[in-house]
Every structure is written in structure tokens, then in C-alpha cells.
């Protein structure tokens, strides 16, 4: 998990404006996204629909990550550095949570594909048992990415290691250059099954027999716009590359280099999930018109509407 922050101390009121602008608009992607959890929690329509599941569990992994990153932000720059076993416990929970986002997209994908192209056997397939199945089994794939790390880290490390304090970066804690190399295998391994089941489903709803209804057209724009948050989600594996490149042009801003960079590709994207499925979903849209403006008088009964893939 990549951090605003540096190995090397900053001056203090570069440190506090940086640490302050960062959280707010953490706080702020944080508080949307929990509006949209809210209204699925408070309202049927949404929590016995399995697409309305994956998509709160997309916003869910989403703040999971953003309060984990402000954390370890105010803790470096703060304490500088913490207990390492604390450490390691906050990074495994934030990177599994990041490798949940690309697997939850292709689950949205086949459910979309499944939607369009096998209407009759869609609701026996995607139950709202099943679905949860499904989250629980991203959940398992995401975390044996990670558990041979911790492993090999107990097997070789010393006990006195987990009780010392360092800074809480994932290469300050996992040294060892093969743990990196399988790493980004996993990763790699990861992005293309799951291009590929994007690319099958996007091309599946394209010459299904109902591609002509605006329902196929809304759930082929709806797995585009997965591919982009796809891309988004790879800019990730290449955030040191991007910081060391640009850093090499331009030496002397390295620190506002890191920042602008860190918080482009770590918090903006969180942003695309509540605008892409909050705003963009009919459904969605009339109980967030109705959370922010309840004396409005339109759209009583939003459940009557028909479902539709967003």
C-alpha cells in the first residue's frame, strides 16, 4: 500500500497542510460512500439484489482502503514509525481489500452478462445466497496472495522483529526480492483473467439477440465502464515506476512528486464507484434525491420500478 508519505522526515507545516488536504478528502470519498452503504442497509429493493450487492461490496472495499491509508498517514507522520506486527496487520487488510476490487468487477461483469443474455435463468443463478458466496470466495482469493508472504516473514524473522517499530511500508517490512517477484505475478495473473471475463462478457452482450434493447446497450456501456475502473486499478502496480520517472525529471520536487501522485492513483479512483453506480443507476439516484432532499414529492415509490443492470 503505496503513502502520501515519505522515509524521510519533512518540515512540519508541509507535513500538516499535506496530511490535512489528504484526509479531508479521504473523509469526504469516506462519507459519500458510507451514504450509499446506508441507503442499501435501510431499503430492500437494494439488499436482496445481487448486483446492488457486488456494488456495495466494491464501495465497502473502497473505505476500507481510504480510512486504512489516512491512518497510516497520520501515524507516520506522527509517530513515524510503529509496531511492525501492527503494521503488517493494516497492510494485509488493505491490499487484500485492493485486490477485491478487480475481482468484484468481473463478478459485476458475468452478473451483467448473465442479466442480458439468460434473462429466464438469471434469478435462480444470482441469488442473494450465491452472491455472498461469491464475496466470500474473492475475500479467499485475494488473501492467498498475501498469506505466503506473511509465512515466509514468521518462518525467518526473528520474534523480537514483530515487536519493533519501523515505518509502515510494505518493502520496509516484506525485504526479501522473491516475495516482490511473486507478487506481481499474482497480480499480473489477476488483471488478465479478469480482462479476460470483461472482454467475454462485453462481446457476449454485444451479439446477444437483445443488443438492440436499451437494456443490452446500458449493460455493455456498464462493462466499459468496468474496464475503466479496471485501468484505474492497475495504475496501482505501476505507482513507483510513475514516481521514479517523473522524479528523475524533476529531482528537486520529489516530495510534492510523491503526494500528487500517491493521491491521484490511491484516493481519486474511489471516486468513480459512487458517481458510476450512485448517480448513474436510476434506482440509485431517486433515494439518494430522496436522502438529500426528503420533502421531495417525486419518485414515492422507487421500488415499483423495474430492475435493470446499471
Known sequence: MN????????????????????????????????????IFRKHQVFNMNSRYILYIHLVFNDIIMLALMVLLIILSTVLYTINVSFCIIMLMIAISSNLNNPLT????????????????????????????????????LSSLTILPDLFVLVAT?????????????????????????????????????????????????????????????????????????????????????????????????????RFAISLLIQVTPRLISPIVYGIRDKLFRQYLKRYFLPTTKTDIYPEKLEKKPI
Open 157 to 257: 524473522r526473528p520474534a523480537e522483529y514483530f515487536n519493533s517499530r519501523s515505518f509502515c511500508l510494505w518493502a520496509n517490512i516484506f525485504t526479501y526480492p522473491h516475495l516482490e517477484k511473486k507478487r506481481d505475478v499474482s497480480n499480473i495473473i489477476c488483471l488478465v483473467i479478469v480482462w479476460l471475463i470483461l472482454f467475454y462478457a462485453y462481446f457476449r452482450i454485444l451479439f446477444t439477440a437483445q443488443a438492440a434493447s436499451s437494456n443490452a446497450k446500458k449493460a455493455r456501456n456498464t462493462v466499459l465502464l468496468h474496464g475503466f475502473q479496471l485501468l484505474l486499478c492497475m495504475l496501482s502496480y505501476v505507482h513507483s515506476i510513475m514516481i521514479e520517472g517523473i522524479i528523475k525529471l524533476f529531482p528537486e520536487d520529489a516530495r510534492v512528486i
Open 3 to 38: 503513502i502520501t508519505t515519505t522515509t524521510n522526515k519533512e518540515p512540519l507545516h508541509i507535513a500538516v497542510v499535506r496530511l490535512g488536504f489528504t484526509v479531508f478528502f479521504s473523509l469526504t470519498i469516506i462519507y459519500i460512500n458510507g451514504i450509499l452503504i446506508h
Open 105 to 140: 468487477l468481473a463478478a459485476m461483469a458475468l452478473e451483467c452478462y448473465l442479466a442480458i443474455c439468460f434473462p429466464l435463468h438469471h434469478p435462480r443463478i444470482c441469488t442473494v445466497k450465491k452472491t455472498y458466496i461469491v464475496i466470500a470466495v474473492i475475500w479467499f
